[in-house]
């Protein structure tokens, strides 16, 4: 299993620029997640889905942000326009929801804005 | 969701034992205590996840009083590779699986 695969790894953008950040979660889970860490505010949950349908954006920070599940093996976190405070790691997690809570977490995409 | 208060960082040696106690006063009944680890560059990865009394697996150990409003993650004779963070979490099993991480515990392992 390949785990939870996260693209790019690496953004560096300039302020205004949109930016897409991609996931495939691991097959057979049916929630996925996306998180934010930064020094300063540590690991933040973003939004989260459940059978792709959205559950709770209430962490998502501003209409700039928007999540979106088309299907059960991928997700996309835009941000439009980006700023210099989106300047984050952004992590991907899914879980089965069945038995075990336990959320598998991606790689994250480090995202610079200049 | 429970809040948890854990020490911002512990410094250890290899070989030692080492126990990180996360106090969560407000626990709830249905709720699960769960506790992940986090290397640099890397995200979050589950270590072990307890109800009451005591869970040991492969990784660690985790150690529940009766009234459960605190628990200890116990670390067996750690090596330099468990350093990492280690962030104790609270909430209620197969609901939602919302996760709120606090700030975690920044342990380091010297020589």
């Known amino acids: 299993d390949a785990g939870v695969i996260q693209s790019p790894r690496h953004e560096v953008t300039e302020m205004g620029q949109e930016v897409t950040l991609r996931c495939k979660p691991i097959s057979g889970h049916n929630s996925l997640f996306w998180y934010r860490q930064t020094m300063m505010r540590g690991l933040e949950l973003l939004i989260y889905f459940n059978n792709n349908v959205p559950i709770d954006d209430s962490g998502m920070p501003e209409d700039r942000f928007s999540a979106k599940m088309p299907n059960a093996s991928f997700s996309t976190l835009k941000i439009q326009p980006s700023e210099p405070r989106d300047s984050a790691v952004y992590f991907c997690?899914?879980?089965?929801?069945?038995?075990?809570?336990?959320?598998?977490f991606g790689p994250g995409t480090r995202l610079t804005v200049l | 969701l429970a809040k948890t208060t854990q020490p911002i960082s512990m410094d250890s040696y290899e070989g030692q034992e080492v126990n990180i106690t996360c106090s969560h006063n407000n626990i709830a009944t249905n709720d699960y205590i769960t506790w992940y680890q986090q290397f640099p560059s890397q995200g979050p990865r589950f270590i072990i996840q307890?109800?009451?009394t005591k869970v040991t697996n492969e990784v660690a150990s985790l150690f529940i009083p009766a009234d459960r409003k605190s628990s200890t993650l116990s670390l067996p004779r750690v090596s330099l590779s468990d350093t990492a963070v280690y962030y104790c979490?609270?909430?209620?099993?197969?609901?939602?699986?919302?996760?709120?991480f606090g700030q975690g515990t920044e342990l380091s392992v010297k020589p």
């Open positions: 997690a899914s879980r089965t929801g069945s038995h075990t809570d336990t959320q598998y």
């Open positions: 979490l609270v909430g209620v099993r197969n609901q939602g699986g919302k996760l709120i």
């Open positions: 307890g109800y009451k």
